[in-house]
């Protein structure tokens, strides 16, 4: 009995370590697996990039093969649907700078005052109870901006201006300028806030007002901040993209007269694609073109922004 | 001898002073103005839009008679549109930040991925809708239903949730997984038995924000085509639907032929703000309840 009973015991070991063995190889497996499954996941993002920009420039070079590349960018004139169309894409780059040159007149100044304000002179008490509205203002969908624009701003500005159309570039100029309030004045209190005290306390202690120690201490130490968050509110006008479909109408003016409607690339891309152009046509694919200057543009603006933040940030 | 000219310095400070004084209320003006736009918006929209709010608004169909006009259409239309958008965001958004944050060596893949993800917040979204229309709709032949329109905003907020999931398994201090490693857990049940758990209320706060901003978003949907009149419920991912904000759109345009619609408009835009609302109060509650610092 006693020997067969040791040969149990082992043997009931030897299983229990083999089922130890399994498990481990199990776990071990996935282990192994999952940082390459996690990997795949992750891939998804880039496999976005790609597929932007691919999709991007396969329609672009189409569109280039009928129209040519000088004239797309130096015609001033776009007429899309007419017998002989004409593909010039001044009209749209004029409207979408004059529109977030308009935006920028408005959000930078009172972003940068705002950002003075609650960074320098509002109490943590104020602080507290104005920024969550003002964060509020940044969560409203652009919809109801468009909305807004189209139905309040624009009657309104009819009493200022008579001769405002009832679609034009200035009032979604301006709705978009305070739906970029927010960004600019929390981007730019957060690159005010980061200047260490020691600096206000030196400029105070030699006597200088708050207003002084403003302008001459904090806003340059700050500097390239603020400046970031002007060109990523900029970015952020030029891809903006229903307030000024709703509000500035479609016409396709090469002009500067900013009460007079203008469309922006992004307002092309919206009437364009809504009107269902027919794949393979050119009309179809200037849709393309026009999305691909916009998404060069706005790159560009994200990168600059990147650039100064980290180049010209002065680090104490 | 009076080395001190106290009359001198009062004047030299005087205007300073004033000048400070006067700088600090426009100032204080300029942060208002945006809140008393604020103000005029909602007082605005409330105007309008509330006396038309009523059952037969929100559970009718939609009709181009005003007074018969319901959006149960568009808000099913929304719900679908979430049943795809969370999913998707949650899965991959987690999964790229655990990636990023516990696996991904450290060195130039990472910071590829990244800066890519930098740069995709920062696409405008109308071109998600075009790389919608190009992949989802015609590629892949979805048409424009809900499953095509939740992937292409899925895409637009995910770097929102990425960066958001990031930061909150990044707040998770490093002795709590120490402790799991030290009781003899392998990596991966450490990420999920501790780390997760602890990175939870952030994650979540993350993406119900990324799927507010999913469900206000208009631009990339009138690229992938929504219809304008849809009278049909959206009864799953595979049909046609349309949303609040695009019936938003829609009416506010068409209220140059028909007044009525703008008031519709505003009604709408009472109930997506409603839906908003809800949703960033959730988010504010997990934060402050469940968020546990270390």
């Known amino acids: 009995m006693a020997p067969n009973g040791n040969l149990n015991k082992e043997s009931s070991i030897r299983d229990l370590i083999d089922q130890k063995k399994q498990k481990r190889s199990i776990s071990n497996f996935s282990e192994r697996s999952i940082p390459v499954v996690l990997f795949l996941f992750a891939a998804v993002s880039i496999l976005t990039t790609i597929g932007i920009l691919y999709t991007l420039l396969s329609e672009t070079i189409s569109f280039f093969q009928e129209i040519s590349i000088v004239d797309f960018f130096t015609g001033t004139v776009l007429k899309p649907l007419s017998q002989n169309p004409e593909f010039g894409v001044l009209p749209l780059i004029n409207g979408t700078i004059i529109s977030s040159l308009i935006a920028m007149l408005v959000a930078g100044p009172i972003g940068i005052m705002t950002a003075v304000y609650l960074s320098e002179y509002a109490t943590d008490k104020v602080r507290r109870i104005l920024k969550p509205i003002l964060e509020v203002l940044a969560g409203i969908p652009t919809i109801v901006y468009g909305f807004f624009a189209f139905t309040f701003v624009t009657p309104v500005l009819e009493n200022i201006i008579p001769s405002l159309g009832a679609t034009n570039i200035l009032s979604p100029g301006i709705v978009m300028g305070v739906m970029i309030i927010p960004m600019i004045a929390s981007l730019s209190e957060d690159a005010m806030t980061s200047v260490p005290n020691a600096m206000r306390e030196g400029a105070l202690a030699l006597g200088a007002t708050k207003l002084e120690t403003t302008f001459r201490v904090v806003i340059p130490a700050a500097l390239s901040g603020i400046i970031a968050s002007f060109v990523l509110g900029i970015s952020r006008a030029i891809g903006e993209t229903m307030i000024v479909t709703i509000a500035s109408g479609s016409s396709k003016n090469f002009t500067f007269d900013v009460t007079q409607s203008m469309q922006t690339m992004t307002a092309y891309i919206v009437e364009v694609s809504g009107g269902e152009a027919p794949a393979g046509s050119t009309i179809y694919y200037s849709l393309y073109a026009v999305a691909m200057t916009l998404f060069v543009f706005t790159l560009i603006m994200n990168l600059l922004a990147r650039y100064i933040s980290r180049k010209f940030r002065e680090e104490y | ?294």
Not at chain 2, 128 to 155: C, K, P, W
Not at chain 2, 184 to 192: D, E, H, I, L
Not at chain 2, 256 to 267: F, G, I
């Open chain 2, 1 to 294: 001898m009076k080395y001190i000219d106290q009359e001198q310095v009062q004047n030299k400070m005087s205007s300073r002073l004033i000048k400070n004084n006067i700088l600090k209320t426009l100032f204080a003006l300029a942060t208002m103005f945006g809140i008393v736009v604020l103000v005029i918006l909602i007082v605005r929209v409330l105007t309008q839009g509330l006396a038309w709010i009523d059952m037969d608004f929100i559970t009718g169909k939609l009709s181009t008679n005003a007074d018969r006009a319901g959006i149960m259409g568009a808000i099913l239309g929304t719900l679908w549109l979430m049943a795809v958008v969370i999913p998707v965001t949650l899965v991959l958004g987690v999964a790229t930040a655990i990636y990023l944050e516990l696996y991904a060596p450290k060195g130039k893949l990472q910071a590829i991925i990244q800066t890519n993800i930098a740069n995709l917040a920062g696409v405008p979204s109308i071109v998600y809708g075009l790389l919608g229309l190009t992949v989802f709709v015609r590629a892949m032949e979805f048409g424009n239903v809900v499953l095509a329109g939740g992937l292409t905003l899925s895409l637009l907020v995910l770097p929102i949730v990425i960066v958001a999931a990031q930061e909150a398994i990044r707040a998770v201090p490093q002795h709590l997984s120490e402790a799991s490693f030290g009781m003899g857990a392998t990596k991966w049940q450490t990420v999920k038995n501790i780390v997760l758990p602890a990175a939870l209320p952030g994650i979540l706060t993350g993406a119900i924000l990324a799927l507010s901003r999913a469900i206000g978003e208009t631009a990339p949907l009138t690229v992938i085509g929504i219809p304008a009149l849809l009278i049909p419920f959206p009864e799953g991912i595979f049909d046609s639907f349309t949303v609040m904000p695009m019936q938003i759109y829609y009416w506010t345009i068409d209220s140059v032929l028909v007044e009525e619609y703008a008031y519709l408009a505003a009604a709408t835009i009472i109930v997506l703000l409603l839906m908003l609302f809800i949703l960033n109060s959730i988010a504010v509650i997990i934060r402050n309840k469940f968020q546990r610092r270390y």
